[in-house]
């Protein structure tokens, strides 16, 4: 099952491997702490947002919904987001992005893209 977080939080006891889908790492923090302090255990940056729309999103939140998921159709990212999918069905995990509001971050949009891909979200 996956499980849809924010980096940095505190994590739940069965919420599996963590994934940071964010496009840099966390500032300030050593590599060998990422996972120590919640925030992620393996990066996947291939399934954040570009840099260009991460600006995009703050100014318009429908172009960056749609810019996103423009995205998201590449081949690679739709291999990644097919596989997490069927990973679902036989193990847990966890996304997740820094941002404090998951309704205005790229996390929500990540969240119904694997459940078109039949993932099982928690």
Known sequence: MVRVVRLGSPRTRSEGLR??????????????????RNYYDLWLPELAPSAGLIKQA???????????RAEMRAPAAQRLLELLARLSHH????????????????RSILRRLLAEHGARLS
């Open 91 to 106: 193990g847990d995990f966890s996304v997740g992005c820094y941002c404090e509001d998951e309704k205005r971050c790229h």
């Open 58 to 68: 703050g100014k318009n939140w429908n172009r960056f919904v749609h810019s996103y």
């Open 19 to 36: 994934l940071g889908t964010v496009r840099r790492p966390p500032r300030g923090v050593k590599k060998s702490d990422y996972a120590r």
